[in-house]
């Protein structure tokens, strides 16, 4: 079984490198989630579903409230990427998907325009990848990404994960049918 921490611990004691700090999503980040999505909605569009759906502030505040339900009842473990120095909040990154049975879960993620270009996305699931696999005893993790966002497998390249293939027509976005090539990374391997 995975063994989550819960929310109030992380916040006290959240995630950090050098440049970032990630802590549990909470109500209190929905005005920088909604701010954060809407400023990048073109660059996000292309390649996450959810994007049209967060047409306002209130959806935001119904992601975080959901985000700490998951969080709470073992769902998923959503966290806020921000900068350390300036608290800007710059994107999210997250397990989803618990399979307590075989101590597997899906990372998944996604940063805000002027965030890309600079390693933040790796940086953060880096941190994210060690906390899955050294605190929640994760055996398995999956990542996958449209065939053609070329940035997003960029970092999953980075971060070590092995391909395992391609989902055909896995997802609905923006109008068109996106195929994602799927990789994995189990506890055992070796990550650079």
């Known amino acids: 079984m995975l063994s989550i921490l819960t929310r109030a611990e992380l916040r006290a004691h959240p995630l950090e490198s050098a440049r970032l700090t990630l802590a549990p999503i909470e109500a209190s980040d929905a005005q920088d989630l909604w701010l954060a999505v809407d400023g990048s909605r073109l660059h996000l569009e292309p390649w996450l579903p959810w994007v049209p759906f967060n047409n306002d502030a209130e959806a935001s505040h119904r992601y975080a409230d959901a985000s700490a339900g998951d969080w709470d009842q073992g769902r998923a473990c959503r966290f806020t990427i921000r900068q350390r120095a300036t608290r800007t909040l710059l994107g ?101």
């Open 92 to 192: 999210v990154v997250g397990l989803e998907a618990f399979a307590h049975l075989h101590q597997s879960v899906e990372l998944g993620y996604w940063l805000c325009k002027e965030a890309t270009g600079q390693g933040t996305m790796t940086e953060a699931s880096r941190l994210v990848l060690a906390w899955a696999f050294g605190k929640l005893s994760v055996h398995r993790i999956r990542v996958a990404a449209a065939t053609d966002n070329h940035p997003s497998l960029a970092v999953i390249r980075r971060l070590g994960f092995r391909f395992e293939g391609i989902a055909r027509e896995a997802e609905r976005c923006n109008g068109r049918w996106l195929d994602h090539a799927v990789f994995g990374m189990l506890a055992s391997d070796s990550r650079p």
